[in-house]
C-alpha cells in the first residue's frame, strides 16, 4: 500500500535489534501506531502476540484482519444468503466483482469526474460506493460478523489503494490520469497469517492505551512531522468509516473531509515533545522500547534522547537506506535514511529501555548530511 512513513524496507534491521534482547516466542509486541501494519505483521509471522493500534479507522480495519484475524473467515451466514452452496470464499469475490447493477452514492458524487474532481473514474467510483454500501448493508442483517466486515473492507482498501489518481498521498489528486486509475477495481482474497496467540486490535489514543497495557516489546513509531495523516490519507478513512450514518462535511478544490477530532498531538510543534515524554514515562514497565523517528521531525534529536534517559540509558545500532520515494529523488540525490536504535542493559528497576530512531537526510547534490547534533551525538556513543 502507497504510505509515506511505512518500515516494510527496514523490517529485517527492525528483527536484527529485537533478537538482541532475547524476547521472542508468544512475548507481546506492541505496536501503538501501526499504519499499514507491515511491522506487526511481520512479528505476528515470527509467534509473537501482537497488539495492533491506531486512531485512524482504516488502519483499525488492516489491524482487524492481518492481526486480529488468525484464519481466513468462514463468511456462513453471507453464503447462506447469496445461494453459496460451496465452501469457497473465492465465489463470494466472484460475486463482488461481477456486480452489474451499481449504485451513485457519495465517492461518484464528490471524488469523480462526475463530482469535478480526478481521485476516481466514474465507473470506479460507482463500484466502491455499490460495494461499500453493500458491507454496510450486511454487517446490519448480521450477514457478516466484525472480522469478517472488516476483511471486506480490507480487500475494498486494497483495490482503491491500486486505482488512485494520485501520487502516494490521497492530499490531491492528479491533474491528468495515472495510468493504473485507468484499469477496472477488482476486489482480491486477503492473506492471512496463521497464528496460535490471542493477536488484538485497538483504535485509541496511544497515550491512553499504554497505561492499561504491559509490553513485552513496545514499538513506537509516531508521526514526525506536521502533516496530518487524517487528511492525508482522508479518501481511505472515508471509505473505512463509510457515510451512511451521517453524511461527511467536506470542503474545498480536493473535498477534503473534516479531521479536527483525528488531528495528532505528534504532528504538532508544540505539543508534541510533550507527548511523546507523557508516553515514554507511562511505557517505562515495558521490558524493551523500540522509537522510531527521522531526523527531518518537529522533536529535536536531544530532546528525543532526554526522554528515554529518564527511564534508561541508551544503546545505539545504526543502518543506512534510501527513503520513501519523492518527485526529486534522483541517483546524484538519493535521499538515503540512517537507521538507529538505541538501547540499554537491564537496570535494577528491571527493565530495559531501546530507541530506535529512523533519521531522514536534507541531501543535497553533494551527498548525505545529518543535523550537527546528531553528528555531535555519533562521536559521544561510539
Same mark, same amino acid.
Given at each position: 500500500?502507497?504510505? %509515506? @512513513? ?5 523490517? =529485517? ?8 534482547? @532475547? ?52 463468511? &456462513? ?16 469475490? +466472484? ?9 451513485? *452514492? ?64 490521497? *492530499? ?27 493477536? !488484538? /486490535?485497538? !483504535?485509541?489514543?496511544? #497515550?491512553?492505551?499504554? !497505561?492499561?497495557?504491559?509490553? +513485552?516489546?513496545?514499538?513506537? +513509531? $509516531? ?23 451521517? =453524511? ?6 480536493? *473535498?477534503?473531509?473534516? %479531521?479536527?477530532?483525528? &488531528? ?10 510533550? /507527548? ?6 507511562? /511505557?517505562?514497565?515495558?521490558? %524493551? ?7 527531518? *521531525? ?21 543502518? #543506512?537506506? &534510501? ?8 541517483? &546524484?540525490? $538519493? ?5 538507529? +536504535?538505541?538501547?540499554? =542493559? ?25 543535523? $550537527? ?10
Amino acid at each position: 500500500m502507497r504510505y %509515506y @512513513g511505512a518500515k516494510t524496507k527496514l523490517i =529485517p534491521f527492525i528483527e536484527q535489534i529485537v533478537k538482541t534482547t @532475547g524476547i521472542n516466542g508468544t512475548s507481546s509486541f506492541v505496536d501503538l501506531f501501526a499504519g499499514t501494519t507491515s511491522v506487526g505483521r511481520h512479528f505476528k509471522k515470527l509467534g509473537y502476540t501482537v497488539y495492533s493500534n491506531d486512531i485512524l479507522e482504516f488502519s483499525y480495519a488492516l489491524s482487524k484482519t492481518y492481526i486480529e484475524l488468525n484464519k481466513q473467515p468462514e463468511f &456462513k451466514k453471507l453464503k447462506k444468503y447469496l445461494n453459496i452452496i460451496k465452501n469457497d470464499n473465492q465465489l463470494i469475490f +466472484d460475486y463482488l466483482n461481477n456486480l452489474n447493477d451499481l449504485t451513485e *452514492g457519495f465517492i461518484f458524487e464528490s471524488y469523480s469526474p462526475n463530482g469535478g474532481r480526478k481521485y476516481f473514474t466514474d465507473k470506479n467510483a460507482l463500484k466502491i460506493d455499490t460495494l461499500r454500501l453493500l458491507f454496510h448493508q450486511w454487517r446490519a442483517s448480521n450477514y457478516s460478523n466484525e472480522l469478517e466486515y472488516y476483511y471486506l473492507i480490507t480487500s475494498l482498501l486494497r483495490a482503491v489503494n491500486l486505482i488512485s489518481n494520485v501520487s502516494g498521498t490521497y *492530499g490531491a489528486y492528479l491533474k491528468t490520469w495515472d495510468k493504473r486509475a485507468l484499469n477496472p477495481l477488482k476486489l482480491e482474497q486477503v492473506d492471512i497469517i496463521s497464528s496460535t496467540t490471542k493477536n !488484538k /486490535a485497538f !483504535k485509541k489514543d496511544a #497515550n491512553e492505551l499504554i !497505561k492499561e497495557i504491559r509490553p +513485552d516489546l513496545l514499538y513506537l +513509531d $509516531p508521526p514526525y512531522n506536521s502533516r496530518q495523516y487524517a487528511s492525508n490519507y482522508f479518501i481511505l478513512e472515508l471509505i473505512a468509516e463509510g457515510w451512511f450514518e451521517i =453524511p461527511p462535511k467536506i470542503y474545498g478544490k480536493t *473535498g477534503m473531509r473534516e %479531521y479536527e477530532h483525528q &488531528k495528532s498531538k505528534y504532528s504538532s510543534k508544540i505539543n508534541a515533545l510533550n /507527548a511523546l515524554e507523557e508516553l515514554i514515562l507511562n /511505557a517505562s514497565k515495558s521490558k %524493551y522500547i523500540l522509537l522510531s523517528y527521522n531526523n527531518e *521531525g518537529i522533536i529535536p534529536h536531544i530532546s528525543l534522547i532526554n526522554a528515554l534517559e529518564r527511564v534508561g540509558e541508551v544503546e545505539t545500532f545504526t543502518e #543506512n537506506h &534510501k527513503r520513501y520515494k519523492s518527485v526529486n529523488q534522483t541517483i &546524484k540525490d $538519493p535521499q538515503l535514511t540512517l537507521e538507529l +536504535d538505541l538501547g540499554v =542493559p537491564h537496570t535494577s528497576r528491571g527493565f530495559r529501555t531501546n530507541l530506535f530512531i529512523l533519521y531522514t537526510s536534507q541531501s543535497k547534490q553533494k551527498g548525505f548530511s545529518l543535523q $550537527p547534533q546528531t553528528l555531535n551525538y555519533f562521536k559521544r556513543v561510539a
